[in-house]
């Protein structure tokens, strides 16, 4: 395991201990705007590491409503509601088919 994994796992660990699961950035820093450099560099982009690491997990074994349940919880505000979109349902290759009737 490195070193980085480490402290991820680690943290995880700790969120999931005080809240249940892990909770989305905009809970951890509720000041922050979603494309604040803030996310790109230290303690932010630390957290979106943790979160990542952990959604993936979950996202895998989760069926779409689940993954509104988890919104649920902590209901975003409104300048992070297209980062909850694209969390809940763009696939992880970034593809998303807008038509479902086209062939």
């Known amino acids: 395991m490195s070193e980085e994994s480490s402290w991820i796992k680690t943290k995880i660990t700790e969120l999931v201990a005080e809240h249940g699961t892990v909770p989305p950035p905009y809970v951890a820093h ?14 932010g982009e630390s957290y979106l590491m943790v979160f ?3 959604w993936g997990r979950q996202k895998a074994d989760m069926n779409e409503t689940q993954r509104i349940e988890y919104f649920r919880q902590f ?6 509601l297209t980062w909850m979109i694209d969390v809940v349902w763009v696939p992880e290759d970034g593809e998303m088919d807008l038509d479902p009737e086209e062939v």
């Open 30 to 43: 509720p000041d922050v705007h979603p494309l604040e450099i803030f996310w790109r560099m230290g303690a």
């Open 52 to 54: 990542w690491e952990w």
């Open 75 to 80: 209901p975003p505000p409104p300048l992070w």
